[in-house]
T-cell receptor, first 118, second 111 residues
């Protein structure tokens, strides 16, 4: 079955350490996204990518980095520069969102990765 | 994208219809209404979308007022598994930026 796989599901990190969250999709989607969610809040966009080797900053990119070397993969690194990294991280994909298609606004999400900084 | 307003929370008795409202008074003629839901500790899931006609699928029905300034998502027979946060998003077909998710409505289905 096609879908998005995020790993790990739970992750604990000491302050000052970088950590990388994995996101893999087999939906043949061009666009991929990373959102962050804090308790009781909506989703905030961290980074997004429309095509391989290209990505853009979202609303809260500071302290995060991404890469898009393959269409299927969009890993997120939470660096030590991120002041409050404890959160629920969600990866999503879709067809290219600039496409004039209803499906461009239909995102498929992964199950999420919950990061806790000790 | 037009701004949406949703109630913070709602309760619904199990087996009854859950009617979730969304206000989008500044919606433009080319903007669609999309609904997603997020069950606790999972990723959001697409439910349904519509432009101006009522829409129905296996998950829900979407009723959009004639002036398109508001809409209602209807879960005809709510179950405990429908307890989730429901997001209403207004969006044109070819947007320039990714979807923005607000705080949504927290629906609690009560036995």
């Amino acid at each position: 079955d096609g879908g998005i796989t995020q790993s790990p599901k739970y992750l604990f990190r000491k302050e000052g350490q970088n950590v990388t969250l994995s996101c893999e999709q087999n939906l043949n989607h061009d666009a991929m996204y990373w959102y962050r969610q804090d308790p009781g809040q909506g989703l905030r966009l961290i980074y997004y990518s429309q095509i391989v080797n290209d990505f853009q900053k979202g609303d809260i990119a500071e302290g995060y980095s991404v890469s898009r070397e393959k269409k299927e993969s969009f890993p997120l690194t939470v660096t030590s520069a991120q002041k409050n990294p404890t959160a629920f991280y969600l990866c999503a994909s879709s067809i290219y969102y600039g496409d004039s298609s209803l499906r461009a606004n239909v995102l498929t999400f992964g199950a999420g990765s919950r990061l806790t900084v000790l | 994208d037009a701004k949406t307003t949703q109630p913070t929370s709602m309760d619904c008795a199990e087996g009854r219809a859950a009617n979730l409202p969304c206000n989008h008074s500044t919606i433009s003629g080319n903007e669609y209404v999309y609904w997603y839901r997020q069950i606790h500790s999972q990723g959001p899931q697409y439910i349904i979308h519509g432009l101006k006609n009522n829409e129905t699928n296996e998950m829900a029905s979407l009723i959009i007022t004639e002036d398109r300034k508001s809409s209602t998502l209807i879960l005809p027979h709510a179950t405990l598994r429908d307890t989730a946060v429901y997001y209403c998003i207004v969006r044109a077909l070819s947007g320039n930026t990714p979807l923005v998710f607000g705080k949504g409505t927290r629906l609690s289905v009560i036995a």
